[in-house]
């Protein structure tokens, strides 16, 4: 098979959850451990730390690479989904996985493939695996898919597992409360290794220090190790970036000044205190080198080193476009704190989602006052343009139906003033059609 072929059968054959939902969601690991069996477990010939968590587990796994990639380490990163092509999900060094071997590792475990039947999710799972220990990673990131416990990728033995946030989503496979979440996404903290968790919530602490009990693992939560100050956004090139200060938690004096990141967003502050806390503890108990340096670089180029798009970019000015990949209520009360900060006369949002969410949820957040562009994104999970926008109606948002997203963001661009702002979002994939 040719590369195109290559995915094809991918795609076609092997379930994926991003693309089709609930029934490529497994409720155990056999598979996963069974290919790997047959791989030569590659899992346990990595250094690895692992990374879960409702939003933010892609920043903060993008920061960490970038981070120990400035410090001379060579690094695999795995995550999950892509945006534009598949090989975004395994990277060294910030460098796509070549589409040779893409094909070669499918081409060698056919075989195995039909013998064990095993999901997009897990197939992808056991090449970054194996494409990691043939390269000999230094350190491999690995970003969970869906949930913790049962996610595919949660057969290796971490140095470090980290927890970004607890919020809703995916609630009909990971649970109705924020402590059946939290449950899960603990799965992932592991006995005897360090975890941390990014932010303190009254709803889910004792369900992790419980878990970090029973497993003998050190705890730690971010938001008591570092905090960030003097905050802001400049806008340098035709990019936003994100300057601040870093202090430990209870000191008066910086412990990195004037530091920046390439991932604008206000929000991303949360992601930066978690990554350089996961960074602090790794030097402290796995003899980690990272010199400030390499802190700084990292942070200052993480999307210019690992690739990372999506989280409040910017596509284009006079009308401001931009677009954000948060898809779920913690993810939109975060686009929605940020547009109170911005400046424009009129609102035009690109808005899509997909069918499986409880889209009411977050239709009944979003602002009245917008002009919606209803969408639907190029998967089969994406929820059609028309019922979302009769859906919206019920909660006093207008707009029309313009199915394709590349399409959608034209109409939008016909409709604004260079002083109105275009947003697309409200699913990662709508994102994606639109790079």
């Known amino acids: 098979m040719n590369y195109r072929e290559t995915l094809d059968y991918l795609y076609s054959q092997l379930p994926m959850y991003q693309r089709v939902g609930a029934a490529a969601y497994k409720p155990n690991l056999d598979n996963t451990i069974a290919l790997c069996a047959s ?3 590659p899992e346990t010939k990595l250094n690895t730390i692992h990374i879960a968590g409702t939003n933010g587990k892609g920043s903060v796994s993008h920061m960490i690479a970038s981070v120990l ?3 001379g380490y060579k690094v695999g990163l795995y995550t999950s989904p892509h945006l534009k092509d598949f090989r975004e999900r395994i990277r060294i060094n910030g460098k796509m996985i070549p589409q040779a071997r893409v094909v070669r590792f499918v081409e060698s475990n056919k075989t195995s493939f039909e013998k064990i039947k095993p999901s997009f999710f897990e197939m992808t799972v056991g090449m970054a695996f194996t494409y990691f220990v043939q390269e000999q990673v230094d350190w491999a990131v690995i970003e969970t898919g869906l949930g913790g416990r049962l996610d595919s990728t949660n057969v290796i033995s971490p140095a470090l597992s980290v927890i970004t946030n607890i919020s809703f989503d995916h609630t009909a496979l990971l649970g109705n409360s924020l402590k059946q979440i939290a449950t899960e996404k603990a ?3 592991k006995p005897g290794r360090i975890a941390l968790v990014g932010e303190k919530q009254s709803e889910t602490d004792a369900v992790f220090i419980s878990k970090a009990k029973k497993e003998g693992a050190l705890l730690a939560f971010a938001d008591a190790v570092f905090t960030l100050r003097n905050v802001r956004q400049v806008l340098t090139n ?9 202090f430990a ?3 008066k004096e910086a412990v990195y000044k004037s530091m920046r990141c390439d991932l604008a967003g206000l929000y991303q502050q949360k992601n930066i205190r978690t990554a350089l806390s996961a960074l602090a503890l790794m030097e402290r108990f796995c003899g980690l080198n990272v010199p400030e340096k390499a802190i700084r670089k990292g942070m200052r180029d993480t999307s210019k080193q690992t690739g990372l798009k999506g989280r409040w970019q910017v596509l284009g000015k006079k009308p401001m476009i931009i677009a954000d990949t948060g898809h779920n209520e913690a993810g939109i009360k975060e686009i929605l704190a940020m547009l109170k900060k ?3 006369n009129q609102l035009h949002w690109v808005f899509g989602a997909v069918n499986d969410k409880d889209i009411g949820t977050i239709l009944k957040m979003l602002p009245k006052k917008a002009h919606y562009i ?3 994104a190029s998967i089969p999970r994406a929820l059609d343009a028309i019922i979302l926008q009769e859906t919206a109606l019920g909660y006093g948002l207008h707009g029309e139906v313009v199915r394709n997203v590349k399409k959608a963001l034209k109409e939008a661009l016909s409709k604004a003033n260079k002083d109105d702002l ?3 979002g409200g699913s990662t994939f709508v994102v994606g059609d639109v790079l």
């Open 422 to 424: 275009i947003l697309v």
């Open 39 to 41: 791989l030569g477990n």
């Open 69 to 71: 990639q400035s410090a």
């Open 238 to 246: 035709g990019q936003l970036v994100l300057h601040f200060d870093v």
């Open 249 to 251: 938690k209870g000191t």
């Open 374 to 376: 209803f969408c639907q």
């Open 342 to 344: 911005q400046s424009f």
């Open 187 to 189: 799965g992932i903290i």
